[in-house]
């Protein structure tokens, strides 16, 4: 008697739904493992079956006597645990052609994680560049949105949307199980501070674990979210290292960093108009990713590796950070000394070289730069060092609200009012001219510390019908109210936070009996300037 031969597998014709592993799971057709070898085997299934550690087989030995006559058929269940079954058989380089491939015939389907007001233009750049989009988001409520045609974001036209959905250019889901279909993914989710300002990166943490789940060989993966340098490469990837499968990064999948330049609100500005910095964790990752933006974004500035990347989102909103701080400093001084400092930047920037000009205002807001600069400085802590300026920037910057509503304070006293009972209309509560984002916006810090000084308060924005709850200020729910010459001329102090585009300075001011500017909205109000306070 003599062994004649085994199979194992449960009569797939694929490895589990996969051609490319070496380890032979199936039985008829496979093109893999032993059963293409072995005649007998082909018709058996045996069976098998996965579990999240291991894959149990069922193996048949298949055993005949010295004649060739087939004498007995054993069968031997066995565990085999799945990062050891899971062995790639195609080579890096063949992974690479091969996406590299789909990239430049623009079959590559992108998938793009965080439908935001990130993630929504970037599908917009790479739809128009001719490729079929997967957006992921985790809100059920943006997929269903996008789904029945609509944007919620002010730039992206509804129409635009539906456009996508009914050329199926853009597939929405929170299925994360489909994150496999996508042969690039972009992440664009958020990346908070904490309670204690220290980076909060647990969206790109479950990002990469939902990723992990069901990586396949030949993805790209690429951060977008704005982070310390190191994030990809210390967080993002050994995350994505402990996929089931044991791929592994620059070998069985590939993973960059290219940070978002969004400028929500410019309109001279498209994502696909800004150039893109790319760096990967390896050449092949770098190339890859350089090569799928080349197609969507105007240029792209190809940097050595993914810390170089994220260094340089870090450095570009750090710059603006401590810029503004600069002059909402040298404000507070110019004010005391009568001089406007509007003028004063204007007059600077006439400068043709060596001079960029930054805007004081009430604070500041949004999602990046009063928020970015503090992973680099959580990063340098961890490295013994501190980051002065960005800590002096943060502290001025910080106490603009508190300025602003002692200079409110001090218009009211001139006029006989105390803010205490005294009604105060804050004007945008968005963080910048005509977005409809409101979040960090120095508004809702005026708003709460105004509140605690007993205004009774109003606000009105054209762009934030309703205040949205907000992590960190405690507001009672309010709508915005349109401006009325009745309402204005109600109004103690009309304050000028945010400064949109669709607001009537002219109007606001002739019904207004007193307007705090911190934006310097109302610089081309010619009738009742004496109303006018800058702040
Ligand atoms: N908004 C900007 O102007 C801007 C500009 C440059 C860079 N950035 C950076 O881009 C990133 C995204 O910012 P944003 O403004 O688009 O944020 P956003 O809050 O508008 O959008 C993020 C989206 O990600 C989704 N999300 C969260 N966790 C998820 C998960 N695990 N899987 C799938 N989706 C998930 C959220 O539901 C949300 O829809 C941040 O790191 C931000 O710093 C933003």
Redesign the pocket.
Known sequence: MRLKSACAGPGTNTCFGRSDYSVCAGAAGCTNGLCQRNPLSSSVFPWAERTDRNVLYCIRLFVENHSGVPAAVFTVPFTVPVETRRMPSSTPQQLVDSLAAKIADRTAKVGI???????LPLISAFVNAGFRCIG????AG?VQTLLQGRSYIRHIASETVAGWISKSQLDPTSD?SRLGEADALLI????PLNESRDPDLQ?IE??AA?IAKVLRPGQLVVL????YPTTTRDVMVPILNGNPAGLQCGRDFFAAFS??????GNPHFTAAGIPKVVGGTDQASGDLAAALYGHAIVSVVRVDNAEVAEAC?ILENTYRAVNIALVNELKMLFDRMGIDIWQVVDAAKTKPFGFQAFYPGPGLG???IP??PFYLSWLARRQGMSTRFIELAGEVNTFMPRYVVSRVGDFLNDVSRSVKGSRICILGMAYKKDVD?P?ESPSFELMELLMHRGAVLSYSDPHVPSLPPMRHYHLPPMNSTPLTPEFLAEQDCVLISTDHSAFDYPFIVRHSRLVVDTRNATKAVTEGREKIRRA
């Open positions: 994680i965080g439908l935001g007001y990130v993630g992921f988001d985790v809100d943006k994360m664009c989710v958020p990346t969206y479950s990002t939902s977008e979210s704005t982070t940070p978002e330049r969004e400028d929500p989102k949004g999602h990046c928020i970015d984002d979040r």
